[in-house]
């Protein structure tokens, strides 16, 4: 039995795979059953809900979890293949933070012996994310290199500067794949690269893929990368078994290598399709309106449905957009509607937006929860002070140290007031970062007496650790357990202390291998890496259920938090600013001509462009409506925040006409 479960967000498609699963192993264990979900989180969520009297393994992953543990496994099958053949005995797996921080050390060495990239104006760092982007968007789409190269030539079509940047930058990727086959490190992309080439190739691995699994159960298949197809693909047609679930309305994952639109071309006439009609996060006239805005931008049809859109504020400044959505939300407040269960959503949370939004809440007592403001580790006042002692302890590299983080770190170690912190952190700096006597400054009465004790032991923690050699890690672990850990730290600080510590871990282990950098440095270039980090040196956190603030958020964050399934209010803020039509491309880097739907047309060219970016923004848009139930306003400016006149054309297909009710200034 071969089974699609269709339908739109909220109308039960996991659960019923849920459902299936607990059958399967109800009757026939759970050894045999492979289960591939989108992402960790949803693995996490899945193993919570699993309850069975008796189980065998749980064979939950995501695609790229499945892929790691398989090559793992199977590492000798694939060395042996290797140039070099059996040199160790376990690969090194490479996380996102530190093949981004390899990549842009290449692109930085690059730059200063070769007059390359001068017409970018990204960062080193900027370009080293497109250039892993590249890699791991050509794995996902079963591309070697050279088609890789092939397809970025072709993108660059008669721009002789394009041609010449590009080239570099494809001999920078060729130049870092080398590095991490020959030191056997692997980033995503070299990991799914060897997947499929030596073990999906390998008749011996795939009879024993047979004999382990008999039944297959897929969420979110719309979602799933082309290589994650190609492995499902074989599954199901050897398993007893297979149920698989699809969302025809998301087509939100093209930037990071979904393809729904395969998906339906390969899966659906091998399976039976069950449609589930029905949502249960979103209401009647808000799937009516999803379906008629695609009507309206792709068919030009008049927009119809329109009976969910509550309100629409439209203004000549900015200031005066964002007051009236306070206002509006009040007003829903006043009502009974909980805070969290409002969602504003704008195309950018610039710092004025959220300043204004915030100060205005506030004074009613109320707060923000903004999805757009990373946490990243060095955001958080445990995790940072593990970096701020580091330096204080090795004076060598305080020159990344700021005034704000010694602040806090002494704030949350010495428990002192900002003012006294600030007096101690001005002291500090005059004497080159070595933390001066008290009795010399004659500052003892004022800091206090207890405060004064905390101070000196602390100066002579750091005094003892500046005559020892510790590698990094061990010094995180003695500034926790000695200096921390007595401070009564959260789930969220404790969490972020150990990410930190595994971090460092992962990083020497990789870095090592990278010759241009020397192992006495290692230390200094994670603090470097940290400091200048990319997306991946985020704290993995999920905020607490009983916080209630009203949420602020871009499309995106807002479709890929964890912690929202469904709102009653969406508020739609700029709704004329072109910022909703972002391109998918950047200056190196473009997920579509990488996708097999560029075989078709071969080319890129503004309409594509264009198009692509309206397909986005309705796929956006749907998903959103999907998760609301009870209204939406929309609100505009006339003048943006930097005072220009805004002409996105999203504004002219969303007019609530004659059935909205409009607040104009």
Request: aromatic share 12%.
């Given at each position: 039995m071969k089974t699609i479960y269709s339908g739109p967000t909220g109308s039960g498609k996991t659960t019923q795979l849920l459902n299936k699963y607990k059958e399967i192993g109800s009757t026939q264990g759970t050894d045999g059953c492979l289960v591939l979900l989108k992402n960790a989180a949803?693995?996490?969520?899945?193993?919570?809900?699993?309850?069975?009297?008796?189980?065998?393994?749980?064979?939950?992953?995501?695609?790229?979890?499945?892929?790691?543990?398989?090559?793992?496994?199977?590492?000798?099958?694939?060395?042996?293949?290797?140039?070099?053949?059996?040199?160790?005995i376990d690969p090194t797996f490479m996380n996102v933070e530190t093949s981004h921080y390899l990549m842009s050390?290449?692109?930085?060495?690059?730059?200063?012996?070769?007059?390359?990239?001068?017409?970018?104006?990204?960062?080193?760092?900027?370009?080293?994310?497109?250039?892993?982007?590249?890699?791991?968007?050509?794995?996902?789409?079963?591309?070697?290199?050279?088609?890789?190269?092939?397809?970025?030539?072709?993108?660059?079509?008669?721009?002789?500067?394009?041609?010449?940047?590009?080239?570099?930058?494809?001999?920078?990727?060729?130049?870092?794949?080398?590095?991490?086959?020959d030191n056997r490190i692997l980033d995503y992309s070299l990991m799914v690269d060897l997947y499929n080439q030596e073990l999906l190739a390998n008749k011996e691995y795939l009879q024993q893929l047979r004999d382990r699994f008999q039944y297959l159960l897929v969420d979110n298949l719309e979602k799933?990368?082309?290589?994650?197809?190609?492995?499902?693909?074989?599954?199901?047609?050897?398993?007893?078994?297979?149920?698989?679930?699809?969302?025809?309305?998301?087509?939100?994952?093209?930037?990071?290598?979904?393809?729904?639109?395969?998906?339906?071309?390969?899966?659906?006439?091998?399976?039976?399709?069950?449609?589930?009609?029905?949502?249960?996060?979103?209401?009647?006239?808000?799937?009516?309106?999803?379906?008629?805005?695609y009507q309206t931008v792709f068919e030009n049809k008049e927009l119809s449905g329109n009976g969910f859109i509550k309100k629409e504020i439209n203004s000549e400044l900015r200031g005066d957009m964002l007051l009236d959505t306070v206002k509006e939300i009040l007003i829903l407040l006043e009502q009974g509607a909980a805070p969290d269960q409002i969602a504003i959503i704008a195309p950018l949370i610039d710092k004025v937006m959220e300043f204004t939004l915030e100060r205005y809440l506030r004074a009613e007592g109320y707060s923000l929860l903004n999805l757009t403001r990373s946490k990243r580790l060095v955001d958080i006042p445990f995790s940072q002070a593990l970096i701020t002692l580091t330096l204080l302890a090795n004076p060598a590299w305080s020159a990344q140290l700021t005034y704000s983080s010694l602040q806090q770190t002494l704030s949350l170690v010495l428990k002192l007031d900002p003012i006294r912190s600030a007096t101690l952190t001005d002291e500090i700096f005059k004497n080159n970062l070595q933390l001066p006597d008290l009795d010399q400054l004659e500052l003892r009465s004022r800091i206090g007496f207890d405060n004064s004790a905390k101070y000196d032991y602390l100066q002579e923690w750091l005094r003892e650790k500046q005559t020892q050699d510790l590698e990094l890690e061990h010094f995180f672990q003695l500034v926790f357990a000695e200096l921390l850990s007595p401070l009564t730290p959260s789930q969220e600080d404790i969490l972020a202390c150990r990410q930190m510590i595994d971090s460092v871990t992962k990083f020497k282990k990789v870095v090592k291998n990278f010759k241009d950098i020397p192992e006495e440095e290692l230390g200094r270039h994670?603090?470097?890496?940290?400091?200048?980090?990319?997306?991946?040196?985020?704290?993995?956190?999920?905020?607490?259920?009983?916080?209630?603030?009203?949420v602020l958020s871009t499309p995106y964050k807002f479709l890929f938090s964890p912690d929202i399934d469904q709102v009653k209010y969406l508020f739609w803020l700029d709704i004329s600013s072109e910022n909703w039509f972002r391109s998918i491309a950047k200056e190196l880097f473009n997920p579509y001509i990488l996708s097999p739907q560029w075989k078709k047309k071969n080319n890129w060219d503004d309409q594509t462009d264009q198009e692509l970016r309206k397909e986005q923004l309705i796929a956006n848009l749907q998903s959103i409506l999907s998760k609301a139930t009870d209204g939406l306003c929309l609100a505009d400016s006339y003048l943006n925040s930097r005072g220009w006149e805004q002409e996105g054309q999203l504004y002219e297909w969303l007019q609530a006409g004659d059935q909205g009710v409009k607040s104009n200034d």
């Open positions: 949803s693995k996490m969520d899945w193993r919570k809900k699993v309850d069975l009297e008796t189980m065998g393994m749980l064979n939950v992953y995501t695609y790229f979890s499945f892929v790691q543990s398989e090559i793992s496994a199977y590492w000798p099958w694939i060395e042996i293949k290797l140039p070099g053949g059996y040199t160790t050390k290449y692109v930085e060495k690059n730059r200063q012996y070769k007059d390359i990239f001068d017409y970018i104006s990204a960062t080193s760092a900027q370009i080293a994310v497109q250039l892993i982007d590249n890699l791991n968007q050509a794995a996902m789409n079963n591309l070697s290199l050279e088609e890789l190269e092939k397809r970025l030539l072709i993108w660059a079509a008669d721009d002789q500067e394009k041609i010449v940047v590009l080239n570099e930058a494809i001999a920078i990727m060729k130049t870092f794949r080398k590095f991490c086959i799933t990368v082309p290589s994650a197809q190609k492995l499902i693909l074989f599954l199901l047609k050897n398993c007893q078994e297979s149920y698989l679930t699809y969302n025809p309305e998301e087509g939100i994952n093209k930037f990071f290598g979904g393809n729904a639109e395969l998906a339906q071309e390969v899966f659906f006439p091998l399976c039976e399709i069950k449609e589930l009609e029905e949502s249960y996060t979103s209401s009647k006239a808000a799937r009516q309106l999803a379906s008629s805005i994670f603090i470097d890496m940290i400091y200048n980090g990319t997306l991946a040196a985020e704290v993995l956190y999920n905020y607490p259920e009983e916080e209630q603030k009203i």
